[in-house]
C-alpha cells in the first residue's frame, strides 16, 4: 500500500483523484491521501524541494524528517541533497535514492537508478522505486555526488552545444546537420544533448550546478553558469537587430520555449 501526503490539501485531492502533474498518466494507480499519517510505514520516502540560489539548502528536508521520519522504520531521501547533507539528517536508517528521470518521464522505465546508503540489507526497500532499472548500490557521499555529477554534464552539454551553435554560425555552418552528425557519433550519443537553444534552466540544472559550485569554490562549472547567463542575454541582442534595433511595441511569438533541449 502507498500513501500519500502533502502539506497542501489541493495536492493531496488531486492525487487522489489520479490527477498528476506534467502529462504523466499512471493509469489505474490510485494513491491513498490521508489527512494525518499512521506510525508504522516500512518506509518513509520524502520529496521536497532544495533549493539553491547560492548552496543547496536542505531546511525543508530536515523539516520533513522531524515531522514525519518517526513514522516509518526507513527514511528515503528523494530530495537532492548535497555531498554530506544526508549525514546531517541524524537518522540511523536511511536510504537515498535521488529521482533522475525527467520531468514527464515518470512511467517510462528509465535504464539507470541510484541507491545511497550504508546498509545494503535496506537496499531491498527502494526497489518499487527504481523497478527494473541498472541500479548503482553506493556509500551516501557517492549516490549525492552521481546525482550533481548527472545534472553539471548535462547542463554542461548544454552549454557546448550552444557555443557550438555559435562558432558554426559565425563560419557560415548550418548547424542543424552538425546536431545530426554528433548524435551518430557512438561515443556521444542519440539522446545527447546536442541541440542549441536559449541555454539550461528549469528547477534542477542551474539549483545543483550552483550547489556543486558552493561545495567545491572555483572550477570550470562557474565558467558554464556565467556563459549560460550570458546566453540570454545574446539570445535578446540578436533579436533586437534582427528587428531593427529595439523591442518596443513589438509582438513576438516564441515557439516550442522550454527548459530542456
Partial sequence: TVQGYDINPKVCEQRAAGVFPHGDDFGDLRIECPTHLSDDYDAVAICVPTPAPDKHDISMV????????????TVIIRSTMPVGGCRQLGCTTLLYVP?????????????????????????ALAQPLVGDAF????????????????????????????????????????????ERVL??????????????????????????????CSQIGGSLFNVFIDANDWRIEHTVNCIEKLLGGSLEDKRICVLGLTFKP
Fill in 183 to 212: 548524435r551518430q557519433e557512438p561515443r556521444i550519443g542519440k539522446g545527447a544533448f546536442v541541440q542549441a537553444g536559449l541555454g539550461f534552466g528549469g528547477s534542477c540544472l542551474p539549483k545543483d550546478l550552483r550547489g556543486l
Fill in 135 to 178: 541500479t548503482f548500490g553506493l556509500n551516501l557521499e557517492q549516490a549525492e555526488f552521481a546525482k550533481l555529477a548527472i545534472n553539471a554534464y548535462l547542463a554542461s552539454s548544454i552549454t557546448i552545444a550552444n557555443a557550438l551553435q555559435d562558432a558554426a554560425a559565425t563560419l557560415s555552418v548550418d548547424y542543424s546537420m552538425i
Fill in 62 to 73: 530536515q523539516q520533513a524528517v522531524k515531522e514525519h521520519g518517526w513514522c516509518g522504520k
Fill in 99 to 123: 529521482e533522475i528521470r525527467p520531468v514527464g518521464k515518470m512511467v517510462v522505465e528509465w535504464p539507470l537508478s541510484i541507491i545511497g546508503g550504508e546498509d545494503p540489507l535496506l537496499f
